[in-house]
């Protein structure tokens, strides 16, 4: 049996997955599925967590970056939304300023688009 994985990091949004099953007779079968892939500051946080072990996201940018990613958390439990919208913006400003070798492209792609895309625009509603 076939296994494939599907990595859903910064992919939000609405996809569609088509598989062919085929039995041991020869029998096949379209098969699609709908996927609406979302995130949240605690799924942002293990991405955080990947990318600082993998080594996609170090050096001097790793302090200031989770400093103002767990501000934002703080604020949030606090019921301080603007603030925590704001320290979130200052997440985006660290990961834009990082130098060379700080974060790996694939990192700040998917950091970004789970910043702007969902987290910033969820605590905003």
Known sequence: ???NTVNWEGQLGNHVIQA????RAGNSKL????VKVTTN????????????????????????????FTQSLDQL???????????MQDVLKEID???QGEISAYAK????????????AAWSE
């Open 77 to 87: 439990s606090k019921g301080h939304k603007d603030q925590a919208i704001k320290h």
């Open 97 to 99: 300023k990082a130098k």
């Open 31 to 34: 098969i699609m599925l709908s």
């Open 41 to 68: 500051a605690s799924a942002m946080q293990q991405l955080i967590a990947k990318f600082l072990a993998s080594g996609e996201l170090n050096g001097s940018l790793t302090t200031q970056f989770t400093n103002k």
């Open 1 to 3: 049996m076939a296994q």
């Open 20 to 23: 062919v099953v085929t039995d």
């Open 109 to 120: 792609q998917v950091l970004i688009t789970d910043a702007n895309d969902a987290i910033i």
